[in-house]
Every structure is written in structure tokens, then in C-alpha cells.
């Protein structure tokens, strides 16, 4: 080898090198549209793309950006079937809205971003993605069917059809819905890993499809389908007053499968007259009261291509397509996530046989069991046992929540239900044949699919018990729609508890779109008057509604996702919605004075047995209306900001004046005193600015004085506790915020952690401090509105906040408050950006930070007392980029007192 071609090679490896080096300080990552990870039924004509950029250097903020969308994958790179390209120098990299030719129906668009930073380094382009268009009203050719006769049996009925394909297949989509609840199969195989799908929203007016990419399930020659349908929430006891049939008396199935073969070729099976249907072995399914599966009535291999008992199956009804508009997904679907075994298989002092998971959750048991034919096998759920230790389920109300299995022959079979979920952490197990062991059951979480992506811990295991407790009332409560508890003959999208919790959701896990999808039933079901029902869906009424700190979930979580997630579009989508809302305050009040109609006022606050010194916690639910009649109005105001409606903005302007003009005149002494002097009261005055400014610092005082009266307990309810904590650090009172957190006597936070308890309780106590419990026909055990401290823990304890002048962490505020005898503590956020991270230690009186800030967001971080730079004090807070930092204070220097 000569001298020549060594100093090529050499050459060519340094080459290499600096290439590769060159690429990796910069990378593009989790590309999503519509805040999706390759989503099949997007609806939405320029849909919004965002990614992640990592980045091994420090300050890195994105300079420009190059997407490119195509029809082929393959091609993509090569520039072949490109339909848009959009390039711009700009740090924008989240919900870049598509600027292409208007999109095909039911086509899929894949897609790639490379960006450049300002420090001049170039990624390379971004693995491929894809986004689906969903299909408009003219693409659906399927029919709606049903079974052949009315739809009158408990029974689950099952819908089939076999044929034949006689191509190479190249891609094949299911686009399905049902009214009712559906589990699909293909050539026996399970379509998709989602339950109770099409999930559930204001049926009347949108019904969800959901598409699966089955392309691995088909082959050539003979295949089947086949669908089993239950009532669900369509049709199966919902509410109150043991109703049913809220939405209609008729299941029904809409499923079209669309193919493409090699040859470029297409073909369409959809749901006709040719499908047939009979019952299967699900006997009765139902949200409340469980389920009953009998073995014996199944029809095995029903759902395969080999099938041949079919002929005695009876030909579906076609069904009348209804009011409602078929609409893409827009949200996560529930879907399995944890298993808890069997921590113990016991007697209780009745001598049932009960088994303890140890986790109050919310999904089902599964259930391994072998006996002779017609052994009937039931389980019950409970969430708690009484003072003796026995199973107890007065609190469910007159859900039974009960599981029924009936074996077939002597086989060993495992057991789980389709089309309902249970509330528990026991389970009473009766005729199980032979000796019950604890692995022979397990239990499964099931809740909407989302991203994890909060952390929190401290230095105190009481409060990471209880940020524990906050995550798992999210868990067993978000299941497609924000329900109140998971237990009782109740589950229902009850608004107050949702607006109440939104912010602390929105730190544990991505709930971008599933208060997206949510919102757009609140919308759905709002009234022409403006009127917010309190639940959502509504099925208890149309004229229930318009409650104070409930109906105001209209104004309240469009703007508070705004913040987190930088969505403007929830703002446009949900504006005249909030407009109407706000309306409807505007137009019951008289004299801008909201004290009309029916309110829930402080819902479940602290009532002291015997408390006759004026000092009660009652507060005035007038009071509280107006409060929030002029928390809206800001809102109205700071969304008519953003979206560049001046009219609005001086409008709503000139009304909160007017509002809070009122407040004062009904509601306030002229030394500052409320007529209400409860925690509430102060709370909810103070923050939404009801008050002078001059006033408000002895009002924060007097709540103080109320706290402290109390012996440092809380006495707020479900309208008040959110903003407790909040507002007792913004008027330099974090001390006292920290005393009420760390409480650990009734009533308080950790009072239910003390108790054993491993999910947020509806009550402050819901097991009192001898045992036993609080009222049977209120007292879930799982309710996750109390749970809404987590937001002040994050922001305050690990000091992680999204500035709001600067939505979605963009900008992001880092500004820990240590207190509460605590020595570290630890936050970490995945934000629209990337991770977040606020971790903190004291050690011999100096406080120590170590701090992440994603790429293309900087951070002001603020400490407790100035920084200490070459052992002299410096200023305590200082703006930076992206990157990590250590960051030190003396913590018994006089500026940190």
C-alpha cells in the first residue's frame, strides 16, 4: 500500500468522523401530528406537526426548520411524490400547521423534519412518519346492522362474515364504530389492543370510528370477521334512576374494510345484508353491574375463516343511519397497562374468601379456573374492608359490580370481561371450584392511553404516598372520559372535579388530546341558552347545569391546555362555546350580580362537627358564583387576546370591571372583610383578583388567621382546595401553604395516606379516625378531584412552571421553594420540548439545584436566596438556555430568611 493511498484512507475516516460527529450534536425526535404518534383518522384539513430536538450543546435554539410530506415512504428521501415542502427560519417546532394541497380522503401521508441551530449544526432528516386522513360522509359505503329481530336481549351479540380475496395484498384499514361497545377479530385474531371502543361522547350529535391497519391479519383465499357488541354506554344502564337506553335501544355495527392489492387494485368489505349474526356467550354486559360470561354457549372458532356452523346463524337487519356524524378519533383509547398479583387470598371474620391487590384500581380481574360444567363462579369489588376486616360495598350504591363466570367442561380457562370495568382493591370470590391461590388471579389496570410525563418525589415518603395516590385517581378516572369515580352506579363526566384537576393532569400525563376530545362534547351538549350540564356526556338532563365552578369547565380547560401544550386551535375550536357560557352568566345576572339558580357552592367541604362560633365553613354559593362568573370574563379576555379579537378583548374588558364592581359592593365590608369569612371565601377572592389591590393583603392575612384558627387545617371543598396552596404562596405565605400539606390529621391531605389509602378519596374522610365510614351513598374511595394539590407541588415544591406569556414551556419558569422540613425533592417534566427536570437537595444549610432545560426553550431560574459565585452572594435568579446546570445558595444567609 503506498504513502498515497494510506493519506486517502486517513482522509476518508477523518471525513467520517466529523461527519458523524457533526450529526449527532443535533437530532430530531417523537415527530407527532395532532399531538398524535402516527394517527390513522386525522379529520382535520391542515393538520399540525411537531417534533423534539436533542442536542449534545448547550443555549441550542432552532434556527430553521425543512418538512417534507409525500405519498411514499420509499420515494420520501429521494424527493419522488412530494406534496409539500415547507421550510422557514423559525424556532417554532411544535403544532406547525400543514400548508399543503387540500389532502385526499382516507389516504395515507408520511412525513419527515430536519432542522438547523443557531450555533450552525444541521440534523439529519428525521426517521419517516405517517398520518392517515379519515373518511368524509361520501367515502362510507357500509350499512349499519344489527341482529335480525328487535334488539331485546341482555345477550351479546356477535356479527360475522366470511370471503374471499384473491390478490397479493399490499395494505388493508378496518374503519369500524358501532352503537354500543365492539371487539373485533380477524381470522381470530384481535383487531387492535383497545377496549371499549368507539368510546363514549355525546352520541347524538359525533360518533367516533376508529381505523386499524390489518394488512398482517388478511391473506390470500378465504378470511372472516368477526365483531361481538355490548350496550356500554349507548344503551346499558347509565346515570341515574336505573336508566337505560339513554341514546337508543338498538345496537348496531358499522365496519368497512378497505384493501389494496400489488397490483394496485382495490376492494371494499363493508357491512350489508350478506353479514350474519347470532348470540354468543356474554349473557349480560353492563357498565355497573358487570358482567356474566357462560363457556358453555361458545362458538368456537366463530371469528375464523373455517367456520362452518354459520348456517344456523340469522341474517342481520339493515339499520337507518342516525342524527349523528361519524368523526375520526381525536383522542387515546383506553387500553391494558399495569398487572397487580394477588398479594394475599384470605377469610374475612364472615368467612368469605377475599383477595387483596394492594392498589385500589380501576379494570378487572383475570381469572384462572377449572371445574365441572355449569360452575358458576362470581366475583365482587370493593375498595375498602370495614373496621373488622370485612368486604364491604354499601358504597357502591346499587352498582353489583359483580363478574360472572359459568365454566364449560373441565378445562382450565381464563377468564376477563369485554364491555364493563370495576372500581376496587378487594375481590369477594364465591364457588370457586377447589382451593383458591393467589395465582389464579390478576388484576389489570385499564385507563386511556396516555404518555406518562410527570415525576415528582421528595424527601418525604408521606407526600410521594400521596403524589402515588394523585396519579392513580388520574389512572382510574380517565377512562375515555374524566369521570368522577370508577365504582358506584355513577362514573359520569362530571365537570367541576375535571376543571378542578385539569392542571395536575396535565403535569402527570399528556392530556392534550384527551381534554381535547372531551371539550368537544362539552361544546356538543351545551345548551342554545349557553347552559354547561353538569355532566359530560349529558345523560342526566338538559336542564341540569349552569352550576358555579362546573359550567365554567368551558372556559377554564380550553385556556389551561392553551398554556401547557401551546394550543391555540382548543381556544379557536372552543371560543364560542366559552362565549356562550359567559353569555349565560351575563344574561341570569342582574345588575352584573350572578345570585340566581342553583349552585353546588364549595362542594364536600370540611363541616366541624360542632363548630358554633361563627367560624363554620359554609360559604356563600352567590359568592362563589361571582367569583367565578368573573374567572371566566378573565379568561374570555385572555383568549380573545391570543386570537387578536380587539372587540372581545374591550368588551369583556369593560364586563369584568363591572363584575368585580359588584363583588364588592354585595359581598365585601369597607374595612375588606367577605361575608363569608371562610378559607373558600378568601381563596376564591383572592385568586381572581376580587379584591383592591390595597385589600388584599389582609385578606390573605385573615385566610391565614382562619387557617391557623383551625389548628393549620384546611376547611376548603372542591371549588376552594385547588387554589388553597396557590394563593397562600403568591401573598408570602408559602410556610403556611407548607404546614396544611404536611398535615397529617383529619382533615388534610395526608390524613387518607396515614389511613392506608393508595388512591385520592372523595371525602377528607371518607374512613374516619375511629374506623368508621362517612355516608354510605357518597363516599368513593377513588375521586380525584382533592388530588389537584399535585399542581402546587410541581410548581412550588419542584418549581416547574410553563411561563403563561409564553405557553407550552417554551419559555419555562424554575423556581423551587423549599419548606416543610423537606431535604430534596424532584420534578421532572416531558413538555412539548422535551424533559424538564428541578432536582434539589439541602445539604448543611446549602440549598443545591441541578436543572435540565430542553433544546428550543430557555428557562429563568430563580433559587431561595442568591447564588453563591466564587463563595460571594450574588443575585438569586439569572435567565439561561437549554442544557444542565448546578446551581448553589447559602440557605442561612440573611437573604434567604
Not at 590 to 602: A, E, P, Y
Request: hydrophobic fraction near 35%.
Amino acid at each position: 500500500m503506498n504513502n498515497l493511498t494510506i493519506k486517502s484512507l486517513l482522509l476518508t475516516v477523518l471525513l467520517v468522523s466529523s461527519l458523524t460527529g457533526f450529526t449527532q450534536k443535533i437530532s430530531v425526535s417523537d415527530l407527532k401530528v395532532e399531538q398524535l404518534s402516527n394517527p390513522l383518522s386525522v379529520d382535520a384539513p391542515a393538520p399540525r406537526l411537531s417534533w423534539k430536538i436533542k442536542s449534545t450543546l448547550k443555549n441550542t435554539i432552532q434556527a430553521s426548520y425543512d418538512i417534507r410530506v409525500g405519498t411514499n415512504k420509499n420515494n420520501l428521501a429521494s424527493g419522488k411524490g412530494i406534496v409539500w415542502t415547507g421550510s422557514a427560519k423559525s424556532d417554532q417546532s411544535v403544532l406547525i400547521p400543514y400548508a399543503g394541497p387540500e389532502l385526499q380522503s382516507k389516504k395515507r401521508y408520511f412525513w419527515q423534519v430536519k432542522v438547523k441551530d443557531n450555533h450552525g449544526n444541521t440534523s439529519a432528516w428525521s426517521d419517516v412518519q405517517y398520518w392517515q386522513t379519515g373518511l368524509k360522509a361520501a367515502d362510507w359505503t357500509a350499512q349499519w346492522i344489527s341482529v335480525s329481530t328487535t334488539d331485546t336481549s341482555a345477550r351479546s351479540p356477535l356479527f360475522r362474515k366470511a370471503f374471499i380475496l384473491k390478490k397479493k395484498i399490499k395494505s388493508a384499514l378496518a374503519y369500524m364504530t358501532v352503537k354500543g361497545l365492539y371487539e373485533a377479530h380477524i381470522n381470530g385474531q384481535r383487531v387492535g389492543d383497545s377496549y371499549f371502543a368507539p368510546g363514549w361522547t355525546s352520541y347524538r350529535k359525533h360518533l367516533q370510528y376508529q381505523v386499524y391497519d390489518v394488512t398482517a391479519s388478511l391473506k390470500t383465499g378465504t378470511n372472516a370477521i368477526g365483531v361481538v357488541v355490548g350496550d356500554g354506554w349507548f344503551k346499558g344502564r347509565i346515570g341515574f334512576g336505573h336508566q337505560r337506553r339513554v341514546y337508543g335501544d338498538t345496537r348496531a355495527l358499522l365496519m368497512q374494510l378497505e384493501i389494496e392489492y400489488t397490483d394496485g387494485t382495490k376492494e371494499s368489505i363493508h357491512t350489508d345484508e350478506s353479514w350474519k349474526t347470532a348470540y354468543g356467550p356474554i349473557m349480560a354486559s353492563d357498565i355497573y353491574d358487570g358482567e356474566t360470561y357462560d363457556a358453555r354457549q361458545e362458538k368456537s372458532g366463530w371469528n375464523t375463516a373455517g367456520y362452518t356452523e354459520d348456517q344456523s346463524w340469522t341474517n342481520v337487519r339493515i339499520v337507518e343511519k342516525g342524527t349523528e356524524q361519524l368523526v375520526g378519533m381525536s383522542g387515546p383509547m383506553v387500553s391494558k397497562h399495569e398487572q397487580f398479583k394477588a398479594l394475599k387470598v384470605f377469610k374475612t371474620p364472615k368467612g368469605e374468601t377475599v383477595v387483596d391487590f394492594g392498589q385500589n384500581l380501576v379494570g378487572w380481574v383475570m381469572l384462572k379456573a377449572k371445574g365441572p360444567a355449569g360452575t358458576r363462579i362470581t366475583l365482587s369489588h370493593a375498595e375498602v374492608l370495614t373496621k373488622a376486616g370485612d368486604f364491604y360495598t354499601v358504597n357502591l350504591r346499587t352498582a353489583k359490580a359483580q363478574n360472572v363466570y359459568i365454566l364449560k367442561e373441565n378445562t382450565e380457562q381464563v377468564f376477563e370481561p369485554h364491555f364493563t370495568f370495576q372500581g376496587f382493591r378487594y375481590v369477594k370470590v364465591e364457588g370457586y371450584p377447589g382451593e383458591l391461590k393467589s395465582e389464579d388471579l390478576t388484576a389489570v389496570a385499564i385507563y386511556s392511553d396516555m404518555e406518562v410525563t410527570g415525576k415528582f418525589s421528595t424527601s418525604n415518603p408521606l407526600l410521594n404516598q400521596l403524589q402515588h395516590n394523585i396519579e392513580w385517581g388520574q389512572k382510574g378516572n380517565f377512562v375515555d372520559v374524566p369521570t368522577d369515580c370508577p365504582q358506584r352506579d355513577e362514573r359520569l363526566g362530571w365537570t367541576g372535579d375535571a376543571q378542578a384537576f385539569a392542571n395536575t393532569a396535565a403535569y402527570n400525563m399528556d392530556v392534550a388530546g384527551f381534554f381535547t376530545k372531551w371539550m368537544k362534547d362539552v361544546q356538543a351538549d351545551q345548551q342554545p341558552s349557553g347552559l354547561i350540564p353538569h355532566v359530560i356526556p349529558n345523560v342526566i338532563g338538559a336542564n341540569d347545569g349552569a352550576s358555579a365552578g362546573w359550567a365554567d369547565v368551558s372556559t377554564i380547560i380550553p385556556w389551561d391546555m392553551y398554556v401547557a401544550y401551546g394550543d391555540k386551535r382548543i381556544l379557536e375550536v372552543q371560543y364560542e362555546s366559552m362565549k356562550k357560557w359567559v353569555g349565560y352568566m351575563s344574561a341570569a345576572a342582574k345588575n352584573n350580580l350572578w345570585n340566581t339558580g342553583s349552585h353546588f357552592g364549595d362542594w364536600l367541604f370540611y363541616r366541624p362537627e360542632d363548630d358554633n362560633d361563627g367560624r363554620a365553613a359554609v360559604t356563600d354559593k352567590y359568592l362563589i358564583a361571582q367569583t367565578f362568573y368573573a374567572h371566566s370574563t378573565q379568561i374570555m379576555i385572555n383568549a380573545a387576546q391570543v386570537l387578536g379579537k380587539k372587540d372581545d378583548v374591550e368588551k369583556y374588558t369593560i364586563l369584568l370591571h363591572a363584575i368585580k364592581d359588584a363583588f364588592i359592593k354585595e359581598y365585601m365590608t369597607g374595612n375588606g372583610r367577605l361575608v363569608s369569612s371562610t378559607q373558600t371565601a378568601y381563596v376564591l377572592a383572592l385568586q381572581f383578583d376580587m379584591l383592591p389591590e390595597a385589600m388584599r393583603k389582609s385578606a390573605a392575612d385573615r385566610l391565614v388567621r382562619n387557617i391557623r384558627d383551625y389548628g393549620n387545617h384546611l376547611t376548603t371543598g372542591f371549588l376552594g382546595t385547588p387554589y388553597l396552596c396557590h394563593v397562600l404562596t403568591r401573598f408570602g405565605h408559602t410556610d403556611v401553604a407548607y404546614n396544611l400539606l404536611m398535615q397529617e390529621s383529619y382533615p388534610s391531605w395526608l390524613y387518607p395516606v396515614k389511613m392506608g389509602a393508595t388512591t385520592i378519596w372523595e371525602r377528607w374522610d371518607g374512613i374516619k379516625p375511629d374506623g368508621s365510614f362517612q355516608t354510605p351513598d357518597m363516599n368513593s374511595y377513588n375521586h380525584y378531584a382533592y388530588g389537584a394539590i399535585g399542581d402546587w407541588m410541581y410548581r412550588n415544591i419542584a418549581g416547574i412552571n410553563s411561563d403563561p406569556t409564553v405557553p407550552g414551556y417554551k419559555k419555562i419558569s424554575i423556581s423551587p421553594k423549599p419548606g416543610g422540613k423537606l431535604t430534596s425533592a424532584s420534578g421532572e417534566l416531558n413538555t412539548p420540548y422535551g424533559w424538564v427536570t428541578s432536582t434539589w437537595k439541602i445539604e448543611n444549610g446549602v440549598f443545591k439545584l441541578d436543572v435540565q432545560v430542553p433544546a428550543n426553550t430557555t428557562a429563568s431560574v430563580t433559587l431561595p436566596a442568591p447564588i453563591l459565585i466564587d463563595g460571594r452572594e450574588t443575585v438569586n435568579n439569572t435567565e439561561i438556555g437549554s442544557g444542565s446546570y448546578h446551581f448553589e445558595c447559602n440557605m442561612t444567609s440573611p437573604a434567604a430568611k
